[in-house]
């Protein structure tokens, strides 16, 4: 029996355009170093500084830490021009199969590299917010929780925001515990939390890629997740 839903944001359950691939690369290539399309695509998914260190130190810098500082920073200011270009918006029938699953009992999480001063103005914007936020009566979309990298020890593939949406709703036992997501590093955290993977082809990387890795399922988009919780 499933009694927690976790997504990743951008690319499961967000269209933000391609952006977050984006401003990652040129964040990292302003520090004098190039970035590979496969190489970037890699740690899609994963926390922003661990991902803007790891591909520094692929392009051969040393990612000292004020390097990855100020990549990161520059991360977020490309990211909040891109996106007040073009706004992000919700996947098509991501905001109906996730109140559908609440509406079911099913607890519904969020989980992101995003840290935190990135991920809420997004979900602002969108207008979704939690169940104890004062205006969640009148959100387009009501979450049981929300995590950012930024709350936890590292990031995917690390197990740590799963466990912590698990925390944060009462969920005990992995077993009941399905984790949604474009990525590769989104299942690798959904194998190394114990939890089910379920792969979304929303995202850049096709059913083969995702279908090498550990998953109980591949799926068009979240819309179709109802039917298979």
């Avoid at 990292?28 to 661990?50: I, L």
């Avoid at 969640?136 to 990298?149: E, P």
């Avoid at 005990?172 to 299942?187: C, I, S, W």
Wanted: charge should be negative; aromatic fraction near 4%; hydrophobic fraction near 45%.
């Amino acid at each position: 029996m499933t009694h927690l839903v976790a997504c990743d944001m951008a690319g499961t359950t967000i269209d933000e355009h391609g952006d977050v691939y984006r401003a990652l690369a040129q964040s990292v290539e302003e520090a004098g170093v190039s970035t590979t399309e496969e190489d970037v695509q890699a740690w899609m998914g994963a926390d922003k500084v661990e991902a803007i260190t790891a591909l520094l130190k692929l392009g051969g810098h040393d990612a000292d830490p004020a390097t990855v500082a100020h990549a990161f920073s520059r991360f977020r200011e490309i990211l909040a021009a891109l996106y007040a270009e073009n706004p992000p918006t919700a996947l098509p029938g991501v905001e109906e199969a996730l109140s559908g699953l609440r509406a079911r009992g099913v607890k519904v999480a969020l989980t992101t590299g995003f840290s935190a001063d990135v991920a809420h103005p997004l979900l602002h914007a969108l207008n979704w917010t939690t169940a104890d936020a004062p205006d969640a009566g009148q959100a387009a979309l009501v979450l049981d929780a929300v995590v950012t990298s930024d709350e936890v020890s590292a990031g995917r593939p690390a197990p740590f925001m799963i466990h912590r949406a698990m925390e944060r709703t009462g969920v005990l036992d992995v077993r009941d515990v399905v984790a949604v997501g474009d990525t590769v590093n989104d299942l690798q955290a959904a194998e190394h939390a114990g939890v089910r993977g379920i792969g979304v082809l929303t995202g850049k990387l096709g059913r083969e890629e995702l279908a090498a890795h550990p998953h109980e399922a591949i799926l068009e988009s979240v819309a179709d997740l109802p039917a298979l919780v």
